[in-house]
Nanobody, 118 residues
């Protein structure tokens, strides 16, 4: 496992932007991908975005396409989620997670709260 620490959440008005960060400490592998999930009150945790270890491949949920951008800086062991044009329905706790080549998510951060006011 690796230790994942998210930061960058906060309160923002609709239409605003936030950039989340996820710092990974521990050994990572080129077959790993890094992911962002979110969980709104009373709802199940849902996938938001994924990036391969090299950064060359990304995947987004439909709700994130065109508004969110996932990126990473391997030198800093950090994954980012740039969120633009935020909507009240984006309000949730955002988590980063490591996905192994087997498809298993073996490491999760503690989450960072994002609140979008209308």
């Amino acid at each position: 496992q690796v230790q994942l620490t998210e930061s960058g959440g906060g309160l923002v008005q609709a239409g605003g932007s936030l950039r989340l960060s996820c710092l990974a400490s521990g050994r990572t592998f080129s077959s790993d991908s890094m992911n962002w999930f979110r969980q709104a009150p009373g709802k199940e945790r849902e996938f938001v975005a994924r990036i391969s270890w090299s950064g060359s491949t990304t995947l987004y949920a439909d709700s994130a396409k065109g508004r969110f951008t996932i990126s990473k800086d391997n030198a800093k062991n950090t994954v980012y989620l740039q969120m633009n044009s935020l909507k009240p329905e984006d309000t949730a706790v955002y988590y980063c997670a490591r996905r192994r080549s087997s498809g298993t998510y073996d490491s999760w951060g503690q989450g960072t709260q994002v609140t979008v006011s209308s």
